[in-house]
């Protein structure tokens, strides 16, 4: 406390690593829009079925919110907390939403702009997709091109899967801060459960997707979260953060089918993000750009793979959906994001200088 002011760790580090994170799905993405199959990325040759960079990518957004989450989770109530939650990632989801149902819907319906709009229930898919964002991955009467070519001809944001498995994280911390129960005791039980699940249950519910997803994604939320109570009481060190990132290298090379193995490179992560030495490039003027940039990502990919036809590769639809994606991010933060989080105050809150 100084001056009656709760005072925090910041973080700058954080903002490149996200925004690269981000960018890593674009590339990824971009191979598998334009040629229809991930089987030329390069990490999906060097290693394998359903691996690709871009995995890579969400795991570190997952990690390091997890991380910062639980460090935001320190300040005020579980109703604060969620409310700077819903700030964070609902703003800029609801536009996104709404350009995809009332711009792409209608420039990419085969019933016509005329015909889309007169006769495609738009409230209803809106309400649909703002509740469940997986919905709005494929929307009605919204395709890029014919369908019999490739299942990814209906996919308006392929993306959209991590948004509610993100939204369920924070719902199970607010409600581990209303129990008393967020401590690193009870993230090392659920880490330990959630990285061991898969070697019993590959598909554990094969009928549910969202709870398959979740146990997926979510023990990199919680390896997060572990890691932000370690760093509160002890910074990472350098010799660690090696032998983590080697022992996930190894991992890869010998294990590369067990899906928790690059959690092993997340303390290496939260080491440079965390670091007193390691100065990154804080992105002060360009903003916190990370996440608009992966809402856009995959309809901008989708929206040039179709402006270019036949002489569509991956590296044209790279060059021309990264920085229009970055652009998009840029606008999306400085028009809506930071906007939105002036509302926080009414928690009576301090600023938060680091936001996931």
């Not at 009656?4 to 829009?33: D, Q």
């Not at 639980?70 to 604060?80: E, H, K, R």
């Not at 819903?86 to 085969?110: D, W």
């Amino acid at each position: 406390m100084h001056g009656g002011e709760i005072k925090k760790a910041f973080y700058p580090n954080f903002n490149l690593i996200r925004l690269v994170a981000a960018s890593t799905v674009i590339f990824s993405h971009a191979f598998l829009i334009s040629e229809k199959t991930s089987a030329n990325e390069p990490i999906h040759r060097l290693l394998g079925e359903g691996k690709i960079l871009g995995l890579f990518g969400v795991y570190a957004f997952f990690v390091t919110s997890g991380f910062l989450v639980t460090q935001s989770a320190q300040f005020g109530n579980a109703g604060a907390f969620l409310w700077r939650r819903a700030l964070r990632i609902y703003p800029a989801f609801i536009v996104c939403t709404l350009l995809s149902v009332y711009v792409l819907g209608a420039l990419f319906s085969p019933l016509g702009i005329s015909g889309y709009l007169l006769k495609s229930l738009h409230v209803k898919t809106t309400v649909h997709a703002v509740l469940d964002p997986s919905f709005g991955m494929t929307l009605p009467h919204v395709q890029f091109y014919d369908p019999a070519i490739s299942w990814l001809a209906t996919f308006v944001n392929g993306s959209l899967w991590t948004i509610g498995q993100e939204i369920f994280c924070y719902v199970i911390v607010a409600g581990l801060m209303v129990t008393g129960l967020l401590r690193a005791p009870l993230m090392a039980l659920a880490l330990a459960v959630g990285v061991t699940w898969q070697l019993f249950f590959d598909h554990p519910w094969p009928n549910t997707r969202f709870l398959t997803d979740f146990t997926f994604i979510a023990p990199y939320f919680f390896c997060g979260s572990l890691l932000w109570f370690v760093t509160e009481k002890r910074q990472p060190n350098f010799a660690l953060a090696s032998i983590f990132a080697a022992l996930g290298v190894l991992c890869l090379v010998f294990w590369p089918a067990y899906l928790y193995g690059p959690m092993l490179f997340a303390y290496p992560l939260v080491y440079i993000a965390t670091s007193q030495t390691i100065r990154m490039p804080t992105l002060e003027r360009l903003g916190d750009v990370s996440y608009g940039t992966y809402l856009y990502g995959w309809p901008v990919e989708q929206v040039m793979n179709h402006a270019l036809g036949q002489y569509s590769t991956w590296w044209a639809v790279l060059a021309l959906s990264l920085p229009t994606a970055w652009l998009l991010g840029w606008l999306s933060w400085h028009l809506l994001e930071k906007r939105a989080l002036r509302l926080k105050r009414l928690t009576f809150l301090q600023r938060q200088p680091v936001s996931p």
